[in-house]
């Protein structure tokens, strides 16, 4: 109860925090703080496809379809983006739960590579049809959001409804995990045979995590392109997708927390570093190693790691 | 294109390690930039970094000699006030949230007047927010202005307009040639415009288009495609592209096309000599010239002492210039320019001087152009220089008049934009 207690705490004051950083901020600060805020909602929404235990590599294209999908209905069709954000979540929910009847037929690596097949398949259709998608250039000139004469065009209004649609998807995804769907979706990664020995249809819950966290970056892509006003076939590449499994491979995917800090302590690196922008994917790539090395559970089991270290050596030193 | 690309990056690397690491020991809330009150700021929000590093870096090199050079010579009077000239740089790699995040950087902290951009998605993401606060803005893409863009001009390059003075020279010249192919990436920022205005301008000048090849940006193996082209027999191969100029020449010097080349760019032009022949190089016709061309030193050019700004970047960077090399110069003396003109370095007063008044085009000429594309007479256009390699060197033709061009025959422009699906008004 303690623990439960000190947690919202923590979460209380990391909010209040969040609230007030911006006007700490530079300009261009406060426009990084809204894409780190949108690429947190990115690795969670990650981390709930791979509880089960099937990593893939078109998350960042379920992202442009989010992206795609507002971007084209508040341009071309006038939709409000009160309206399109749903729906651009639901546009990748239902794209992922289609494409669940062919990948599923398969696991692990075999997987991972029909999700990366079947992601540039719909990146590349976005460049080769210029109409409706665009081509290379995308689709640019996407309306803010409007409500109650708010501009939305700048970054601390963005930002704080940024900061609140993310809470809300987060405090979803968190408790999605905590459910007995989330159970079993640990289930099925761990356990899978055992699972389907009891009546688990592993099927429907790979698609499932599938499903909601396509679903979940969707809304991230929406949240991403009315503040850029531009979508292109590029912001959702195989480069992105890398950077995705990166953080949460840095932060850990063990626990909630630890893929968010993965993104959040790698892209303020990132940008600290981006005077060395050529030699940043050499970094990423060491960094990678390195903690598949000497940490492969991520920065979420650091503080683990040093205690049990501690604790170790105080024995020792007692004897001494 | 790649191998220039990582030389660059190396460069840059080694030149920005130092700097970068200081830049990291000191990041996070650093304190805005100030300059003194005597001097004016101008942004490049530009790819450093990256496959579009060439056509970003080279022109930094540019601004910051000419910079140095105005400086020295006691910097600009503007207004009755004298100024000096900072060039700020943000290198967005061809981001578009770099590309934001670096635009309101250089307007709202370092105080940018200008930003000057290469173009593409990249001008897009920054566009709503350039408009909005009024922020002078140029690119070197002038697709990439809209109807509303009222911030956004191309005071230089008139990419690809200016493809058609080049077949008008090669039809005059070499009138037994008759097929042409089109080789290009699919790209709607870049090669379908080529490709567009390239097909308009062979219609024009009664050549056959036998062949259309649209390839993608993930092609590593150009023998192929240029074996497919070929096989149609044409009498001249065009390049509607900058991004894979080197490896299309290799393949059609391996497979023996001796023919009439005729390219976009042709960057980085001794490489290609090396790797082929000065013989097959020879009379490749394309639109970008050396600056120590003596064609340059003709009336009407307005670039002061090209010869001079060649040997000095040569100096410093002798593998380095590339087609932008001098277009962020002329585009940052063009602005300096107006400035003067108009009494204020300010971002409003000199587009609103932009919009309302004739310019002096580098090349010679300048009329705006753009409505009837792109909804805004935002676009220079004006002399535009016929480039053909001689002897291994790059030598300039002649002016080709592109301003007469499209005055006859703009209607043919926008249909060939329109078949290949791109944005026209």
Known sequence: ?320 | MTNRTIDNNRRKFLKQAGAGMAAVAGAGMVPLRSYADDTLVVGMNIPMTGDYAPWGLPGLYDCEIIANNINAAGGVEIGGKSYQIRVAAYDHAYDTEKALQGFKKLVLEDDAKMVMMLGGSTVASVLPWATRKKVLTTTLLPSDITPDSDYLFATCESHPLYNVTGVVWLAQNYPEAKKAVIVTNNDAEYGLQSAATYKAAFEVAGIEVVDVNLHGFDVTDFAPIVSSVLAKNPDIFCMATSFYVTPLMEQLYHQGFDGKIISCTLDYYEEIIAKTSEEFVNGTIYQFPDFDDPMLNNEGIHFPDPGGFDAAFRKDHPNDWSAVAWEYPAILLNWIENAQRVGSGESEDVAKYLRNNSQNFVFGGGDWWGSQLWGLDHALVGRWPVVVIENGKARIQEYGDLSAWLADHTEVLVRHMKELGLRTV
């Open chain 1, 1 to 320: 109860m303690l623990a439960k207690h000190r947690t919202l705490m923590t979460i209380v004051l990391i909010l209040a925090g969040l609230l007030i950083l911006p006007h700490y901020l530079k300009y261009h600060q406060q426009d990084f703080l809204i894409f780190l805020v949108v690429n947190v909602l990115v690795v969670a929404s990650y981390r709930l496809v791979t509880l089960t235990g099937e990593w893939s590599l078109i998350h960042a294209v379920m992202m442009g379809i989010g992206a795609y999908t507002s971007g084209m209905l508040t341009k071309f069709l006038d939709f409000s983006f009160w309206i399109s954000l749903p729906l651009a979540g639901v546009v990748a929910g239902l794209t992922a739960a289609l494409l669940s009847f062919p990948l599923f037929r398969t696991t692990q690596f075999y997987f991972l590579i029909g999700s990366f097949a079947a992601g540039e398949a719909i990146r590349l259709s976005w460049i080769h049809f210029i109409r409706p998608f665009g081509g290379t250039s995308g689709i640019s000139a996407l309306p803010s959001p409007e409500l109650l004469g708010i501009d939305f065009l700048e970054p601390i209004p963005y930002f704080y409804l940024t900061l609140a649609i993310v809470t809300a998807c987060l405090v979803i995804l968190y408790r999605i995990e905590k459910s007995r769907i989330g159970l079993t979706l640990h289930a099925v990664h761990w356990q899978a045979p055992l699972a389907e020995s009891v009546g688990i249809n592993t099927w429907n819950y790979r698609t499932l995590a599938f499903t909601t966290g396509s679903m979940f970056v969707g809304i991230a892509g929406a949240l991403k392109v009315h503040y850029i006003g531009t979508v292109t076939p590029n912001q959702y590449g195989i480069g992105f997708m890398v950077f995705i499994l990166i953080w949460l491979i840095v932060g850990g995917y063990k626990t909630f927390y630890g893929a968010i800090l993965g993104v959040i302590i790698l892209s303020i690196l990132d940008e600290m570093f981006r005077e060395l922008e050529v030699i940043r994917p050499a970094v990423y790539g060491a960094v990678l190693i390195l903690f598949i090395l000497y940490l492969p559970d991520g920065l979420e089991s650091l503080p683990q790691k040093i205690a049990s270290r501690i604790k170790g050596a105080s024995p020792k030193g007692s004897h001494s």
